[in-house]
């Protein structure tokens, strides 16, 4: 629907390596023909459905694929263009820096690259906004995580304001969370952002007490926090109380299984509550989908009009990282877009 490519928008949460769509996989592809890679292994196409540690085996064959810095700077100006293609006019990227040994790849270098690219395609004059956010991966422990912050709190202060904040994510069943409080701390007080995956799975409600006290600054996904999935009422309060939004990625949750039809998606809970929400997409190029797609899929599920929709994408503006000037520019763009009528 034209409605909703045009329609300027808001991405949140986007995972970079799981933002590749399928023309860059191909040139991923033919790259590294040793590999043996097909998009069957990349990509959950549609109907299709698998289990959220399925999921994260993806993910290694794409980061298997993704594995220099040619091949980092291509990914994320690839992935920048097709956002500003879909009207995204304000994106953070997230990503988690790798080193690899084979390539020379070093951590500093990976986010170095993405900011790069992100310079790059801001010179080409592509009308979005492009931020970072450097991801810990659960499933490296606590040490690498603290290694992650204090890269992040480099690259905020060398970065022109690129790097505006922190992301925890990684398979949510491996680890406690109350091992990456340190970092997390450090990263709050030094003036980064925290955008955590929280309660993503089922019985992760001590884990979610605990790191909600911090508090975060977003949400991602929070699929189970409410008591009518088995989360609880405290939890919610304390969501309320600091009015922390979330990000929520509707194809993402069904294709990866945490809720089972979309009808029963959280969105709506939050969103009756009159609770900031961020439709967002997660991994595009995995789950097959794009951000209007997403936007669509909420309208049609949910009964919502496209006026009710353009409040939803404007109202997005107030929870992004970036500085006040950032939102007071793109809060006069969609003023300036807004439609005379629906
Ligand atoms: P990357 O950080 O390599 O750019 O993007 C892929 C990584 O993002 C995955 O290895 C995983 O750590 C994280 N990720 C992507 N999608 C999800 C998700 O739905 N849930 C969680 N917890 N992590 C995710």
């Not at 698998?50 to 594995?67: A, G, N, S, Y």
């Not at 900031?276 to 995995?286: L, Q």
């Not at 789950?287 to 404007?314: I, R």
Request: net charge negative; hydrophobic share 35%; aromatic share 8%.
């Amino acid at each position: 629907c034209v409605f909703y490519r045009e329609l300027p928008k808001v991405e949140l949460h986007a995972h970079l390596n799981g933002s590749v769509s399928f023309q860059t996989m191909e040139k991923l592809m033919n790259r590294k023909p040793h590999l043996n890679i097909e998009h069957s292994m990349t990509a959950i196409g549609k109907g299709q459905r698998r289990t959220l540690d399925e999921c994260f085996e993806v993910f290694k064959v794409i980061h298997k694929l993704v594995d220099t810095e040619e091949d980092i700077l291509m990914v994320s100006k690839d992935v920048i263009r097709e956002f500003a293609e879909d009207g995204v006019k304000y994106l953070e990227l997230r990503s988690t820096p790798r080193e690899e040994q084979r390539t020379g790849l070093t951590k500093t270098n990976y986010i170095d690259t993405i900011i790069k690219a992100i310079q790059q395609c801001k010179s080409e004059g592509l009308d979005i906004d492009v931020r970072l956010l450097v991801a810990i991966d659960r499933r490296n422990g606590m040490e690498v995580a603290m290694e992650t912050v204090k890269l992040a709190e480099e690259f905020m202060l060398s970065s022109d304001g690129l790097v505006v904040g922190i992301d925890l994510s990684g398979d949510p069943t491996v680890g406690h969370g109350k091992y990456f409080l340190p970092a997390l701390e450090r990263a709050k007080n030094g003036g980064l952002k925290l955008s955590l995956h929280l309660s993503e799975v089922q019985s992760q409600l001590e884990e979610s007490e605990l790191l909600l006290n911090l508090p975060p600054d977003r949400i991602g996904h929070g699929t189970f926090l409410h008591p009518e999935m088995g989360g609880s009422q405290s939890l919610v309060d304390k969501v309320v109380k600091n009015g922390i939004p979330l990000e929520l990625c509707l194809t993402s949750n069904i294709k990866g299984q945490t809720v089972p039809m979309f009808s029963l998606h959280h969105f709506k809970y939050w969103y009756q509550l009159g609770h900031p929400t961020v439709i967002c997409t997660d991994d595009k190029g995995v789950f097959c989908t794009d951000l209007s797609q997403e936007y669509q899929l909420v309208a049609s599920t949910f009964g919502l009009s496209q006026k009710e929709m353009w409040k939803l994408s404007q109202q997005a503006i107030d929870c992004i990282f970036a500085e006040e000037a950032v939102k007071q520019q793109l809060k006069k763009k969609w003023q300036d877009l807004h439609p005379q009528v629906f």
